[in-house]
C-alpha cells in the first residue's frame, strides 16, 4: 500500500511513499502542470494544449508515461506506460475513488480519505507496478479532487 499526503497544511507539493519507495509530487500554481522528483530523477509533467486533455510524464525529454482525456465530461483518461495501455477511471461519476485497470483487471485502486480530504492511500496495487507510473496516475487523480480537469 501506498501513502499520499501533503508537505504541510497549504502546500501544493506532496509526498507519496510506502513499499521503500517515495516521491514528491509538485503541482505547479494555476495551471494543469508540475513535476514528480524520485530520488534523483526529476520527471516533468506538461498539458499539451489549453483544452486538449493530453499530458505527458518525460524524464530527461524522454517521455515515460501519457494520458488522453477520453471525453470532457467524463473522469476516463486512456494511460499509456511501461505497464501498458491502461484505464484511469472514477469508480462513479461523483466518486473520488479512482481505479487504474486493464480491461476487467484492476491494476491500482487510488482513495482519498473522505470528501474533501487531502490524504489518500493506493491499494489493490499489482506486484509488478511501476513506481513512477502510479504516482504520474495519482498526480492526474489530484487534479480531478481539484476540480482542474
Not at 53 to 61: A, N, V
Request: hydrophobic fraction near 40%; charged fraction near 25%; proline fraction near 5%.
Amino acid at each position: 500500500m501506498l501513502h499520499y499526503r501533503p508537505r504541510s497544511a497549504f502546500s501544493r507539493t506532496f509526498i507519496l511513499e510506502g513499499d521503500g519507495e517515495e516521491a514528491t509530487l509538485h503541482t505547479k500554481l494555476l495551471t494543469k502542470q508540475g513535476s514528480i522528483t524520485i530520488g534523483r530523477d526529476v520527471y516533468e509533467i506538461q498539458k499539451h494544449g489549453i483544452t486538449s486533455g493530453f499530458w505527458t510524464m518525460d524524464l530527461d525529454g524522454v517521455v515515460v508515461c501519457s494520458a488522453q482525456k477520453k471525453n470532457h465530461l467524463t473522469r476516463t483518461l486512456e494511460f499509456r506506460c511501461p505497464m501498458g495501455f491502461l484505464l484511469l477511471r472514477a469508480k462513479m461519476p461523483i466518486a473520488r475513488t479512482f481505479r487504474l485497470k486493464k480491461e476487467s483487471a484492476i491494476f491500482a485502486k487510488i482513495k482519498p480519505y473522505g470528501p474533501l480530504g487531502r490524504r489518500a492511500n493506493i491499494d489493490e496495487l499489482i506486484p509488478e507496478y511501476h513506481f513512477p507510473s502510479i504516482a504520474f496516475a495519482l498526480w492526474l487523480c489530484s487534479l480531478s479532487w481539484k476540480g482542474y480537469h
